[in-house]
């Protein structure tokens, strides 16, 4: 069966410093994979999705940046972090088709 | 452009009352259609779906059916539990080159024991 790892799990850092969150799958190959934020009480903004490796699109410009450097990893950085960087960060899967499935999610707070 | 439009929440329900959760869409063509729960501090998960009109999803008790004519895929309960307290979003997927998900704002449910 297929599964999802986020980590780090929560995460507090200072206003310009960097950022590095992970996810991989495991249980499947070349799925799409997509990065979400959720802020505080809101709903789901789409960041960036990837069709595979190497292939990023991105749906909001912002100070965040996406990369795809193995088949089943998917990475969300920063340079440089903003107190509106705060929230919850989710990575998705799917396969070609319309189910996405969610990750546990990185709550990051910029102090 | 494809949307989803959920009730604004929160719902506030006494044990053992019937949920009704409205979702609508607009959407050029026939997508599918999901209902995600979020429990707190969780990701999302999906709960249940429908694929052509007149569909019904089913899982846990919750049941929605894909109304063309109405485009709506309201999410029904007849009896919920403390449990099920969370966040319900609606959304919608078009078969087309990005295969993005398009959310509702989400709903928050809170169930009183």
């Known amino acids: 069966s297929q599964t999802i790892h986020q980590w780090p799990a929560t995460l507090v850092q200072p206003v310009g410093s960097p950022l590095s969150l992970e996810c991989t799958v495991e249980g499947t190959s070349n799925p799409n994979l997509y990065w979400y934020r959720q802020a505080a009480g809101r709903g789901l903004q789409l960041l960036f999705y990837?069709?595979?490796?190497?292939?990023i699109s991105s749906e909001v410009p912002q100070n965040l940046s996406a990369s795809r450097p193995q088949d089943r990893q998917f990475i969300l950085s920063s340079k440089k972090l903003l107190l509106s960087d705060s929230g919850f960060y989710l990575c998705?899967?799917?396969?070609?088709?319309?189910?996405?499935?969610f990750g546990p999610g990185t709550r990051l707070t910029v102090t | 452009g494809n949307s989803v439009t959920q009730m604004e929440g929160p719902v506030t329900l006494s044990e053992e009352a019937f949920l009704t959760i409205n979702c609508t869409y607009t959407?050029?063509?026939?997508?599918?259609l999901f209902w995600y729960v979020q429990y707190p501090g969780e990701g999302l998960q999906l709960l249940l779906k429908a694929t052509k009109a007149d569909d019904k999803g089913s899982n846990k008790g919750f049941e929605a059916t894909y109304r063309k004519e109405t485009t709506s895929f309201h999410l029904e309960k007849g009896s919920v539990q403390v449990s099920d307290s969370a966040v319900y979003f609606c959304?919608?997927?078009?078969?087309?080159?990005?295969?993005?998900?398009?959310f509702g704002s989400g709903t928050r449910l809170l169930v009183r024991p």
């Open positions: 998705a899967w799917s396969w070609r088709g319309a189910e996405q499935y």
């Open positions: 959407a050029t063509g026939y997508p599918s």
């Open positions: 990837s069709v595979g490796i190497g292939q």
């Open positions: 959304a919608l997927f078009m078969m087309d080159s990005s295969y993005k998900l398009i």
